[in-house]
């Protein structure tokens, strides 16, 4: 049987669980080996000893398996969440989205328009807390199911599970249209930004990389349309487009 610890009342129960088996194993041994009087006589003392050494002894390793617990579980999160902005590493993005290939999805990769010109003018604080202001706004307005990842500076992945191309394209739009009425309050300056976003779909059991990639190429064309948008995937325009991770500012 294995013991799972993972909350302060868990620590208690393990406690109380440890104790009534350790007491009754002292009953059990002196009623078996000692003679009835005898085991009679010292029921109480030799009961009241197993448990005043039994308890405390339970509660001190109860309590480091709940801390190694609370270590190990702040230990998967640091490893599968961006410390800046709380969303998922590439790392946790392809191994939650395994599974997800077998129904169809729409994959959209997204970056904030013109971010290297917004870090050199007001900084990389503000920088940073642009990145989590839009990470923010993604999450909250994705499902749970859904996965939202960051691959690197300010380029985000989305994935959208059991949602077509023109339904993704939709969710797009509606997220560029909130990033471009919100503002970032950085000292005395009220800062806007706006975002590009390329849509494309995953088809059940299709390649993931294969998504994103043609879902970076769409956002090139975003970019190149003059940001602040949102574009689906053209096999017909975007085929000659760069590869993945080198979409214009």
Not at 3 to 18: E, L, N, Y
Not at 48 to 61: K, T
Not at 151 to 162: A, M, S, T, W, Y
Not at 232 to 244: E, N, Q, R, S, V
Request: aromatic share 8%; with cysteine; proline share 4%.
């Amino acid at each position: 049987m294995t013991w799972r610890v993972r909350t302060k009342g868990d620590v208690w129960r393990f406690t109380v669980a440890i104790s009534v088996i350790v007491l009754l194993g002292s009953l059990g041994l002196r009623f078996g080996m000692l003679p009835p009087d005898l085991a009679a006589r010292t029921l109480v003392p030799g009961s009241a000893m197993a448990l005043m050494l039994a308890a405390p002894i339970a509660w001190f390793v109860g309590r480091r398996m709940y801390e190694v617990h609370r270590l190990g579980t702040r230990l998967e999160h640091a490893i599968n969440h961006d410390l800046l902005t709380g969303v998922h590493t590439r790392r946790a993005f392809y191994e939650r989205t395994g599974p997800m290939t077998a129904g169809a999805c729409a994959v959209i990769v997204t970056d904030i328009d013109n971010f290297k010109g917004f870090n050199d003018r007001y900084g990389h604080f503000a920088g940073d807390q642009a990145l989590r202001q839009f990470a923010a706004m993604l999450t909250g307005n994705c499902r749970h199911a859904d996965i939202v990842a960051r691959f690197g500076g300010e380029e985000f992945v989305i994935v959208l599970r059991d949602v077509g191309a023109d339904e993704g394209l939709a969710v797009a739009e509606r997220l560029a249209a909130r990033v471009r009425a919100s503002a970032i309050y950085h000292g005395a300056h009220t800062l806007r930004l706006t975002t590009s976003f390329g849509v494309a779909a995953l088809p059940p059991g299709g390649d993931m990389d294969t998504a994103i990639q043609q879902a970076d190429r769409a956002l090139y064309r975003a970019k190149h349309a003059g940001r602040d948008r949102a574009l689906l995937y053209d096999p017909g325009c975007d085929d000659a487009a760069i590869p993945m991770g080198t979409a214009a500012e």
